[in-house]
C-alpha cells in the first residue's frame, strides 16, 4: 500500500506560481514511479507529468510543458510540481499518483497508477 497526501494548492491569478507538494509513505519511496494528473469541471482526469524512480527521467503534458516542473526528493519521500505561468485553463483538483509495479518507462495512463491522493484544488483567475 502507498499512501499519498497532496498540499499547496490554492488560488493564485493568471501569471502566478504556485508549487504543490505530495508525501509519500508505505513503500520505498525510490521504488515507485510518480506522476501528476488533474480533473478540471466538466472534464476527464489528465495526465499532467511524470517522474521516474531516480527522478532522471521526466515527462510532461503538451499543455504544461516549459512551465511545469515535476521533481522529486527522495530522502523527504515527496514529489512536487512546481508551476509557473498559470493560466485559468491549469484550474482543477490535482492528485499525485504512484505506480509501485515494476512498468518500465513513464506512463500517461491513470490506469497504471494504482495509488492516489485526495487531490488539492487549484484556482486561476484571470
Known amino acids: 500500500q502507498v499512501q499519498l497526501v497532496e498540499s499547496g494548492g490554492g488560488l493564485v491569478q493568471a501569471g502566478g506560481s504556485l508549487r504543490l507538494s505530495c508525501a509519500a509513505s508505505g513503500r520505498p519511496f525510490n521504488s515507485i514511479v510518480m506522476g501528476w494528473f488533474r480533473r478540471a469541471p466538466g472534464k476527464e482526469r489528465e495526465f499532467v507529468a511524470a517522474i521516474s524512480r531516480s527522478g532522471g527521467i521526466t515527462d510532461y503534458a503538451a499543455s504544461v510543458k516549459g512551465r511545469f516542473t515535476i521533481s522529486r526528493d527522495n530522502a523527504r519521500n515527496t514529489v512536487y510540481l512546481q508551476m509557473v505561468s498559470l493560466k485559468p485553463e491549469d484550474t482543477a483538483v490535482y492528485y499525485c499518483?504512484?505506480?509501485?509495479?515494476?512498468?518500465?518507462?513513464?506512463?500517461?495512463?491513470?490506469?497504471?497508477?494504482?495509488?492516489w491522493g485526495q487531490g488539492t484544488q487549484v484556482t486561476v483567475s484571470s
Open positions: 499518483a504512484a505506480d509501485d509495479t515494476r512498468r518500465l518507462g513513464l506512463s500517461r495512463d491513470n490506469g497504471n497508477y494504482g495509488y
